[in-house]
């Protein structure tokens, strides 16, 4: 019996969808290796946050629209009594998980949102009735990555796809963003704070925001060492209109680091999860790529969830076949990170299908990429053309949201069901290292096809009996290795290793060797 009879395949709300796996006996890990435990990753990955023990007052485990209420009536309770001395709680889990929200929710998150006001703005003829009293809207909870929707982000949609997520936010958080100085290179800024100005019962205080109208950001500093003909020259001749005094500094004090340290040139991409800008590092002059995501990660597990792929790349380090990482940090409740730009990915240019030699290329330096990820223990589960970038000739896996341990002590996420192997269908993880093989089989054969592959039906069932059409044009070994790849059985699957060891890689070896 094949593995698909065993189980019918699933379909996930279409073929973008993830479906988070959680091995019950390895739960704890799971929750160790995310930072909630006292010795979680969180704290050693992010450099400006610091995870030590608050001892708050009561107060300050207050709600902050409580705290409003005392403020604006003038008749905050007294204090309670100081309770007698208590010994540290032994559960040290629930108290690290106490400690680290206080930190994730002030310290961590040192954005505008997060800006106590002096007193809160209320309506005239305000009757001291604590019930009427305006309070900023609850949070509305969200998974970070389990609603899949695809928003249509061509690139040429830039400034609708990031004005639609920045006027989200806005919206829910009644919050007036970073008014820079206008300048010419500045509509966005000058877009976003149209709709706040006009708003009532802002929580930030008049000054701040007289303070921000006067911030322009710095200025985009030419390079002399890195002449990128990509540099439009005259991002660098914008002049700043008014002073902002001491403007290196202003990243630091609730301002907007994106937009004080990049100028945003455009969107170059759009996942399920995150929008993808080209922007200019200011003080570089340097060209990088900044993904956002595009939902406010409202709640601790939302952004641990998300800082997953941050914490993968970190744990990988720099690898040629490996989109580049630089940094990243929260603001707005959104996760930044800062990349390597690349030209484009392979899913663009789809109509046109891939040629042999290409492919060849394309199979070996994205297994170079999976034999070093595979090597340090970990599985990418969504590679894809999507998700391979190519940047001067060099193809590069990115977009590491979905990648785990191998040996399943992480929570497992599935990638985009199109490039799923049938194990995966069937909730067999023992293998994951070759899910991505899979994975990549069926990419290139996608792209050598240049039809997309099926989402479902029988040709998607099909595919994963093993039954892949002839590829014309190709040579047979070239064909006969991408339905090793695409074996149902994991275990018979090569491996990256060896794949790269095949010998229709010899030609390439050689022209290697000669270089
Ligand atoms: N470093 C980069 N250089 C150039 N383009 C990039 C880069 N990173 C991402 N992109 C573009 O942005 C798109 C979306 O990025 P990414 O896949 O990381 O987002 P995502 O929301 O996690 O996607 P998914 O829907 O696959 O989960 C990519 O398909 C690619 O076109
Ligand atoms: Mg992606």
């Known amino acids: ?76 309770p007294a204090p309670a009594p100081a309770p007698p001395q208590q010994p540290a709680p032994m559960d040290a889990d629930v108290s690290m998980e106490d400690r680290d929200s206080c930190i994730l929710s002030q310290d961590f998150f040192c ?84 709709p706040c100005s006009q708003r009532r019962g802002s929580y930030v205080p008049q000054s701040a925001r007289v303070l921000r109208s006067q911030v322009t950001p710095p200025p985009c500093i030419k390079n002399p060492y890195n002449p990128d003909p990509r540099i439009d020259d005259n991002v660098f001749c914008v002049r700043q209109r008014k002073s902002s005094g001491a403007s290196p500094s202003i990243g630091a004090d609730g301002l907007s680091r994106y937009r004080t340290d990049f100028h945003q040139l455009e969107q170059i991409g759009c996942g399920n999860f995150s929008v993808v800008f080209k922007v200019l590092r200011r003080i570089e002059g340097c060209l990088y790529a900044v993904k956002q995501s595009i939902k406010q990660l409202h709640n601790d597990m939302d952004r641990r969830l998300a800082l997953k792929e941050v914490h993968t790349l970190v744990g990988l380090g720099n690898h040629e076949n490996i989109v580049g990482y630089f940094t990243s940090w929260f603001e707005t409740d959104k996760l930044y990170i800062q990349m390597e730009l690349c030209d484009r990915c392979l899913s663009m240019n789809r109509d046109k299908p891939l040629e042999f030699g290409d492919a060849l290329e394309l199979l070996y330096q994205v297994c170079k990429g999976l034999d070093f990820i595979h090597g340090r223990g970990i599985a990418h589960l969504d590679v894809k053309p999507d998700n391979i970038y190519v940047k001067n000739g060099v193809y590069k896996l990115g977009d590491f949201g979905c990648a785990t341990l191998i040996d399943r002590s992480l929570a497992i996420e599935e990638g ?100």
């Open 416 to 515: 985009d069901s199109r490039y799923m192997p049938p194990e995966m269908l069937n909730d067999k993880y023992e293998h994951l290292d070759k899910v991505d093989i899979f994975s990549l089989g069926a990419a290139v054969y996608e792209l050598i096809r240049g039809t997309p592959l099926p989402e479902s039906g029988p040709q998607f069932a099909s595919l994963r009996e093993g039954k892949i059409s002839l590829l014309p044009g190709h040579p047979m070994q070239f064909q006969s290795l991408i339905k090793s790849m695409m074996d149902p059985d994991p275990v018979r699957r090569p491996s990256a290793k060896e794949i790269l060891r095949h010998p229709i890689f010899e030609k390439l070896h050689n022209a290697l060797a000669k270089k």
């Open 111 to 194: 954005t505008p949102d997060y800006l106590t006001p002096p007193a809160p703005q209320l309506p005239s003829g305000f009757d001291a009735d604590k019930e009427n009293i305006p309070c900023p809207k609850s949070p509305e909870k969200s998974v970070a990555r389990s609603k899949r929707y695809k928003r249509d982000c061509s690139p040429k949609d830039q400034s609708a796809g990031f004005l639609d997520s920045d006027d989200q936010e806005i919206g829910y958080q009644e919050i007036t963003p970073v008014q820079f100085g206008l300048s010419h290179d500045d509509s966005e800024e000058e877009l976003m704070a149209q």
């Open 1 to 76: 019996m094949s593995m698909l009879s065993a189980k019918t395949p699933r379909l996930r709300g279409g073929s973008k969808s993830r479906r988070r796996f959680t091995p019950p006996a390895t739960k704890a890990q799971a929750a160790a290796a995310a930072g909630i435990s006292p010795s979680g990753e969180l704290s050693q990955k992010l450099e400006h946050v610091t995870l030590f023990s608050y001892l708050p007052s009561p107060a300050a485990h207050k709600p902050f629209g409580e705290l409003l209420d005392e403020e604006s009536s003038g008749s905050a």
